[in-house]
């Protein structure tokens, strides 16, 4: 009774940033994605056996707990780590598997054309980490400080930030006239500061002041 509560009480929730809901594990290298994105973010879990709309199907064998380690060990670089637990819910069994957020990040996974690709957990979505992301988890890794200077480019992205929500990097480039190597070093020591925070889209990453 107890594992069968703990189970509803999570489905309850609805996907979110640390919560999945897969009905079937059909393709290792998608899942991947999904562990992936799990530990460059907050960790999580993901229900193996229940459909987006939180109904119970339950899983099919033991090759969904195979696909998983497939995903992990073959298809996350470095290896994602990971804990399954059982549940009986209903006379069906739901497959939990846990993911705890990682302290090395990036950890990378195909898409689905090959290509290996950061992910991060936006909610109940998962993005492409771009390369200030992955930078600015490599800085804030470091032992020492991050020297910021502010000069010109920086005075017109805080101008610019002041009076509209967010910026992308490339309009940062446009307006301050500068390089995109410039652009970027810049947002990474703005990120690793705290003083912006990544806004993702479908349309790319921005930036905004940190709330």
């Given at each position: ?10 489905i ?12 079937a594990i ?22 193996i ?20 380690e ?12 990971f ?23 990036p ?16 909610g ?15 800085r ?27 910026i ?17 070093s ?26």
């Amino acid at each position: 009774m107890g594992s069968n509560r703990y189970i509803r009480d999570l489905i309850r929730e609805g996907e979110h940033q640390q919560l999945d809901f897969k009905y079937a594990i059909t393709d290792s290298r998608k899942i991947a994605r999904t562990l992936v994105a799990f530990s460059n973010t907050d960790g999580g879990r993901l229900l193996i056996g229940v459909k987006d709309n939180g109904r119970i199907a339950g899983v099919r064998s033991d090759e969904e707990m195979y696909m998983v380690e497939t995903a992990a060990i073959t298809f996350c670089k470095p290896e994602v780590k990971f804990t399954t637990t059982l549940h009986e819910t209903d006379q069906k069994t739901v497959l939990e598997v846990t993911v705890p957020p990682a302290s090395d990040r990036p950890y990378r996974a195909p898409d689905d054309h090959g290509r290996w690709h950061a992910y991060v957990r936006v909610g109940d979505e998962n993005f492409i980490a771009n390369r200030v992301l992955i930078r600015t988890w490599q800085r804030k890794k470091r032992k020492r400080g991050t020297w910021v200077r502010y000069s010109r480019p920086e005075r017109i992205l805080m101008h610019y930030l002041a009076g509209h929500e967010s910026i992308s990097q490339s309009h940062f480039r446009k307006i301050a006239g500068i390089s995109y190597a410039s652009s970027e070093s810049i947002l990474v020591n703005f990120l690793t500061w705290n003083i912006l925070e990544p806004l993702f889209t479908h349309k790319g990453i921005r930036y905004k002041l940190k709330e």
